[in-house]
């Protein structure tokens, strides 16, 4: 659970060192702004997930996009500085629909 944790930490942090840039547009600032908020709002998931765990409670499985998890895990990871240069590919063929958990997929 730590590392899921760091994870959306380190997109915090890269992201605020980029909103620093004076040379930066609206645009790409409001880009990082949001990269931002997401990050956060999927620590604090993590957060809820963790407490209700240590209550007994479980994760539970539910309806996903796979294509649409794989393309949250491939921007986490892409914003990471020791990532950028590695091109990250996906392809998929078939249904994108399943039944899994997103949050531990991540």
């Not at 909103?19 to 709002?41: A, G, P």
């Not at 895990?73 to 249904?95: L, N, S």
Request: aromatic residues 6%; contains cysteine.
């Amino acid at each position: 659970m730590s590392h899921d944790i760091r994870t959306p930490l380190a997109a915090v942090l890269a992201n605020a060192e980029f909103m620093t840039e004076s040379t930066l547009s609206k645009e790409q600032r409001t880009e990082f702004y949001q990269e931002v908020r997401s990050s956060i709002d999927r620590i604090e998931e993590l957060v809820s997930d963790l407490l209700e765990c240590s209550k007994g409670g479980t994760l539970r499985p539910g309806i996903g996009n796979i294509v649409e998890t794989m393309k949250r895990v491939m921007r986490m990871i892409q914003v990471r500085p020791a990532f950028r240069c590695i091109v990250i590919t996906h392809r998929h063929e078939g249904a994108t629909i399943g039944w899994y958990n997103a949050k531990l997929m991540e």
